[in-house]
């Protein structure tokens, strides 16, 4: 049984994104669910802890990224190799 559980739309908002995403995250196995409710359309619970790793994990993402972006030319294939 979940110890902190939240909803699909609590996730969403924390990961600032979209409830279809985290429901794409959870059948792709990016964001494993606590719990899913019975039923085709039954809802999923996740793990508050899961959910705030996955946050800093696509932050670290969007860094690096940003990073990138923001190197001169030449800087980043330098950095990446």
Same mark, same amino acid.
């Given at each position: 049984?979940?110890?902190?559980?939240?909803?699909?739309?609590?996730?969403? &908002? @924390? !990961?600032?994104?979209?409830?279809?995403?985290?429901?794409?995250?959870?059948?792709?196995?990016?964001? +494993? =669910? *606590?719990?899913?409710?019975?039923?085709?359309?039954?809802?999923?619970?996740?793990?508050?802890?899961?959910? &705030? @790793? !996955?946050?800093?994990?696509?932050?670290?993402?969007?860094?690096?990224?940003?990073?990138?972006?923001? +190197? =001169? *030319?030449?800087?980043?294939?330098?950095?990446?190799?």
């Amino acid at each position: 049984m979940p110890t902190d559980p939240i909803t699909t739309a609590q996730a969403a &908002e @924390r !990961l600032r994104c979209d409830v279809s995403t985290i429901n794409r995250m959870a059948r792709d196995g990016r964001l +494993a =669910p *606590a719990l899913k409710f019975p039923g085709e359309r039954g809802p999923y619970m996740f793990e508050r802890a899961d959910v &705030e @790793r !996955l946050a800093v994990e696509l932050a670290r993402e969007h860094a690096a990224k940003a990073a990138d972006l923001t +190197a =001169p *030319a030449g800087q980043a294939e330098a950095a990446a190799s």
